[in-house]
């Protein structure tokens, strides 16, 4: 009888331990997901609220594309999954290789008849130990809703990847696709910024369009940025980032918004002023965005080089977005955010506790702050005092850069494209630290 009992407490205080970390562990995720800068904006409404309200319901819409079955916290699978690839596998894998998602865009867009003769387009989309499924579902979206005739190729850039899916799985796979797909694996870590240039390098379509590796394309996604930088081939276009739920994998429609950062360099989404939409187009109207999120833009692809592509200098991930889209104002370009094409993408959870993320992002943002700010750097070192003596390494080819495509000051790119940036909110470091 004593033995049964001290078997049922140590049985107990198992179980008891075990929920503890796991509810321990969501609670972290929640409050980190609150503070975390995301590529898609805040959720607007639910897409079926939205198809509901614009009366739009497409009868290709697939009945599988929302799965509404409860998610079981407890089942390993799915919390290996998620801490190992940042997303919910168990639906992942039952969703497959490819779906069809809700078409999220505005009527207005969807009377819109783009020409034939547009340039045609490499996707270049790098990828670090993705989900399996969730990656074939990237590229899948894109074969499905692109004209073959708009679409030079597709480059995967593997940066080193460990995972055994990502090996001859995935080699088998993208036979089917065949001519269409380049893939090339990187001998070592390369980290985003290079692995893009990386995948650039190999492009021959006449734009390029940077995708994540967990992206789903809407319909009808490309024309409208081929169509944009068609027009001008020093416009840099984003689609409107739709959000792709990280534990339902639930496809949402965006709000309309604008990209913008604060003095920290941190990335975020802004509101758009209402007489931005003003006039026939509404809805479907270009936005003027200060700054790109950074995973998703098309960009002609001589441009792209004429400007100095990126700092090959950047490590890993981060700062590279506010980096590119201060030199595409300041230097003579245009950056928007077209409405009328939508994208999907999951926001997973960076971990910042990743001493080598956090030191990349923090050298990054250095690199951006001592070649573009001018005076206004210690609006940036009073959000980060610590950085203040900490070394970015040779910043002289960018500046040189700077000199030879004759770009206008920080101060010009405050009077003329964002002069919403605050003057000075400081926030406390500690708390940055803490998150980043
Ligand atoms: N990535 C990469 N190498 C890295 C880090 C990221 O190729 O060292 C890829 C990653 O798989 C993804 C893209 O770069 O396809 C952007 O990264 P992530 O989605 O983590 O960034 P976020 O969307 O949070 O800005
Ligand atoms: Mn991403």
């Known amino acids: 009888m004593k033995n049964i009992i001290v078997q049922c407490l140590f049985c107990g205080s198992i179980a008891i331990g075990f929920w503890t970390v796991l509810l321990a562990y969501f609670h972290y995720n929640q409050e980190n997901r609150q503070l975390k800068t995301t590529h898609e904006p805040p959720r607007a409404r639910s897409l079926e609220e939205n198809v509901y309200r614009q009366n739009h319901v497409s009868e290709k819409t697939p009945k599988r594309n929302i799965i509404n079955d409860k998610i079981d916290f407890s089942d390993p699978e799915f919390y290996k999954g998620f801490v190992q690839y940042g997303l919910n596998v168990v639906i992942s894998r039952r969703l497959g290789i490819q779906r069809e998602v809700p078409d999220s865009r505005d009527k207005i867009c969807r009377q819109k008849h783009y020409p034939f003769n547009l340039p045609t387009a490499s996707i270049i989309i790098c990828f670090y130990n993705e989900e399996f499924n969730t990656l074939m579902r990237t590229v899948s979206s894109v074969m499905n809703l692109t004209p073959n005739h708009f679409l030079e190729e597709i480059i995967l850039v593997d940066d080193m990847s460990d995972i055994d899916d990502l090996k001859e799985k995935l080699d088998y796979q993208l036979e089917l696709f065949r001519e269409k797909i380049k893939l090339i694996r990187n001998k070592k870590r390369e980290g985003l910024i290079r692995s893009r240039m990386i995948g650039a390098s190999r492009a021959s379509g006449d734009i390029l369009v940077f995708l994540d590796s967990h992206c789903e394309v809407n319909r009808v996604w490309l024309e409208p940025l081929l169509d944009a930088i068609a027009k001008n081939h020093k416009m840099v276009v984003c689609p409107l980032i739709d959000a792709i739920d990280d534990i339902t994998l639930n496809y949402t429609a965006s709000p309309l918004v604008r990209g913008a950062f604060d003095w920290n360099l941190i990335f975020r989404w802004d509101n758009v002023f209402s007489y931005e939409l003003d006039g026939p187009e509404g809805q479907s109207k270009p936005i003027r965005s200060p700054a790109m999120a950074g995973g998703i833009f098309a960009i002609d692809r001589h441009y792209f080089n004429e400007l100095g592509q990126y700092d090959k200098e950047m490590d890993l991930w981060g700062g590279e977005n506010v980096e590119l889209s201060l030199r595409i104002w300041m230097c003579g370009g245009q950056l928007f955010i077209i409405p009328c094409s939508r994208v999907g993408h999951i926001s997973k959870i960076q971990n910042f506790n990743n001493a ?22 210690d609006n940036f070192f009073l959000q980060r005092p610590s950085l203040k003596y900490v070394s970015y390494g040779n910043i002289t080819e960018r500046v040189e850069l700077r000199k030879r495509l004759g770009c206008k000051s920080f101060q010009w790119y405050l009077d003329n494209i964002f002069p919403e940036l605050e003057p000075f909110i400081r926030t406390d470091e500690k708390e940055w630290n803490h998150f980043h």
């Open 356 to 377: 080598a993320l956090k030191k990349a992002l923090s050298w990054n943002l250095l690199r951006v702050v001592h070649t573009w700010l001018d005076e206004y750097k």
